[in-house]
T-cell receptor
Framework: GQQLNQSPQSMFIQEGEDVSMNCTSS?????WLWYKQDPGEGPVLLIA?????ELTSNGRLTAQFGITRKDSFLNISASIPSDVGIYFC?????????FGKGTKLSVKP | KAGVTQTPRYLIKTRGQQVTLSCSPI?????VSWYQQTPGQGLQFLFE???????NKGNFPGRFSGRQFSNSRSEMNVSTLELGDSALYLC?????????????FGSGTRLTVV
């Protein structure tokens, strides 16, 4: 079945650092979505991408829909403490969304 | 407008029992999807309903079932609960069918099977 490879699995951030994560797939998608999930809550949609090559920003977040339609990345600039959480990519076509396993952002000790 | 509402938030059940979870989508949204989230497997798709019809189904045993009512509210049922069914069950609503419309998630129901 369809699978998404999301990396990295986890990363530590220091306030002010830029962060990058990405998702790749063996399948083509028509839509890429990026979600953030805080403990005890459901995922919250951050950015939606609908066209190959599309680059979209939402504040300090920027995401791109890969040209091949098989990948997407999310960048967070100048990270702040409230950025910690789990970030999920999700790819979709006509049917349901397929989710990556998530990237867990934690604060550097 | 109100978001996606899932009830109850927490549930503890005994192995072998059955459970029904409820989801009220955003007003006007006709599509409801259900996902199971566990630490090991991540978010796994259960099923999607649109206009009271199941449009898509994931790879879960028949013990997992669902339905959607005419007001778009949805319920999912798990019969003969197993320990492995312990998970966060998330409901997502969408204005239309398909990923293009985006999905808004509820806060989930945390089910613990003992």
């Amino acid at each position: 079945g369809q699978q998404l490879n999301q990396s990295p699995q986890s990363m530590f951030i220091q306030e002010g650092e830029d962060v990058s994560m990405n998702c790749t797939s063996s399948s083509i998608f028509n839509t890429w979505l990026w979600y953030k999930q805080d403990p005890g809550e459901g995922p919250v949609l951050l950015i939606a991408l609908y066209k190959a090559g599309e680059l979209t920003s939402n504040g300090r977040l920027t995401a791109q829909f890969g040209i091949t339609r098989k990948d997407s990345f999310l960048n967070i600039s100048a990270s702040i403490p409230s950025d910690v959480g789990i970030y999920f990519c999700a790819g979709g076509s006509q049917g349901n969304l397929i989710f990556g396993k998530g990237t867990k952002l934690s604060v550097k000790p | 407008k109100a978001g996606v509402t899932q009830t109850p938030r927490y549930l503890i059940k005994t192995r072998g029992q059955q459970v029904t979870l409820s989801c009220s989508p955003i007003s006007g949204h006709r599509s409801v999807s259900w996902y199971q989230q566990t630490p090991g497997q991540g978010l796994q798709f259960l099923f999607e309903y649109f206009s009271e019809t199941q449009r898509n189904k994931g790879n879960f045993p028949g013990r997992f079932s669902g339905r959607q009512f005419s007001n778009s509210r949805s319920e999912m049922n798990v019969s003969t609960l197993e320990l492995g069914d312990s998970a966060l069950y998330l409901c997502a609503s969408s204005a239309g069918q398909g990923a293009r419309y985006g999905y808004t998630f509820g806060s989930g129901t945390r089910l613990t099977v003992v």
